[in-house]
């Protein structure tokens, strides 16, 4: 029994310890990502699902339309899995002050935190995800980097009880 617990402590240690990596440790770099400039209007996403070996097991295209208030920004996405699955959520995601934000949505537990330093945009929610029938809560580590005015790249880490069981890698270009 102590070698079980053992592994599955070392196991979950080195799972949060993987990326440490913080927002504010791109504070000084450029360009800036302001998520809801850049979101606001038509933008295009392709993307693959790994499971936790690293396999791409789904792909998808999407289109993202978001409308800022001056408060709020509304985010309507459509995916297109390669599967033939259509998925659609709507953000509404809320400016608390130049760095920090919070978003809801429908599939979304709670309320998202968001924190946003030079080009980079981390997200940190969770999802209810559809398997099998049932919906099981994975916690996304959601990271999007902005290359320039209109190409980001996002890379998400999904996990369920702090082992990851999936990533994400996501293109956008702003049209």
Not at 44 to 64: E, M
Not at 70 to 91: A, M, P, S, Y
Not at 92 to 119: L, Q, R
Not at 142 to 157: K, L, Y
């Amino acid at each position: 029994m102590k070698i079980v617990l053992s592994l599955v402590l070392t196991i979950l240690l080195t799972n949060c310890s993987e990326n440490n990596m913080k927002p504010i440790d791109f504070k000084d770099q450029k360009p800036r990502l302001i998520i809801e400039e850049y979101l606001s209007g038509n933008v295009k996403a392709w993307g693959i699902l790994q499971n936790r070996s690293g396999k791409v097991t789904r792909q998808f295209s999407a289109d993202l339309n978001g409308k800022w208030d001056g408060k709020q920004l509304v985010l309507d996405e459509k995916f297109i899995w390669n599967d033939g699955e259509i998925q659609t959520r709507q953000w509404k995601i809320d400016k608390i002050d130049e760095h920090n934000y919070e978003g809801t949505a429908g599939d979304v537990v709670g309320k998202a935190k968001g924190y946003s330093y030079g080009p980079a945009f981390k997200f940190e929610y969770v999802l209810l995800v559809p398997v099998k029938g049932k919906e099981m809560k994975i916690t996304f580590d959601d990271w999007i980097f902005m290359q320039d005015e209109r190409v980001a790249i996002n890379r998400a880490t999904m996990t369920k009880f702090g082992i990851k069981v999936a990533e994400l890698t996501v293109m956008f270009v702003k049209d």
